[in-house]
């Protein structure tokens, strides 16, 4: 089946700082959702992103099917954003996402 | 803005016993998913339902578990008789899923329900 590997695993902020988690997969894919599961484990939709690129206030992300890659952008980090970003793909073919091992972020005050 | 519920939020049982987990999906959605994250551990599929039927199924969906909708806007999650290696959370998820792809694919997740097998 598909791959889907993240990076960095872990990542300590500063709040206000910038950072860029990226997700590689294996194979060509028809969906590609970023998710921020929150302290309480609910996961949030963030984007839906099968390619280009979308910015939603202080996050962006850009898909670049082709190379197999996704980036998610946050800036200007705060506390909030603490939590685990899955990056999650449905394979061409499929209707189910794989999800990656996840980010997991503290950003700390 | 229309969401996935689950309830219960938390269930507790023990070993060998059966459990039902409730899912109300979004409710113009078609195809109905439920995926499991045990703790610390990745989200992974278990289940897709469109149409009255199971579509895709992972190698975790074994003979113990079951879905259903019986009815116009719940969807079931059945585990016959839980292991202590079933405890964990399970994401009930909806997605529009109309033919010609586009952000209908889009799986939206409820709030999941953690269940704990003693």
């Known amino acids: 089946g598909i791959q889907v590997e993240q990076s960095p695993p872990d990542l300590i902020l500063q709040e206000g700082a910038n950072s860029t988690l990226r997700c590689n997969f294996s194979d060509s894919v028809n969906n590609l959702q970023w998710f921020h599961q929150n302290p309480w484990g609910q996961l949030i939709n963030l984007f839906y992103?099968?390619?280009g690129t979308k910015q939603n206030g202080r996050l962006s992300a850009t898909t670049v099917a082709t190379e197999r890659y996704s980036l998610l952008y946050i800036s200007s980090s705060q506390t909030t954003d603490s939590g685990v970003y899955f990056c999650a793909v449905e394979a061409s073919g499929y209707s189910t996402l794989t999800f990656g091992k996840g980010t997991m972020l503290l950003v700390s005050p | 803005e229309p969401e996935v519920t689950q309830t219960p939020s938390h269930q507790v049982t023990q070993m060998g016993q059966e459990v039902i987990l409730r899912c109300v999906p979004i409710?113009?959605?078609?195809?109905f998913y439920w995926y499991r994250q045990i703790l610390g551990q990745k989200v992974e599929f278990l289940v897709s339902f469109y149409n009255n039927e199971i579509s895709e199924k992972s190698e975790i969906f074994d003979d113990q578990f079951s879905v259903e909708r019986p009815d116009g806007s719940n969807f079931t999650l059945k585990i016959r008789s839980t292991k202590l290696e079933d405890s964990a959370m399970y994401f009930c998820a909806s997605s529009l899923g109309l033919a010609g792809g586009g952000s209908y694919n889009e799986q939206f997740f409820g709030p999941g329900t953690r269940l704990t097998v003693l």
């Open positions: 409710s113009n959605h078609l195809y």
């Open positions: 992103i099968p390619s």
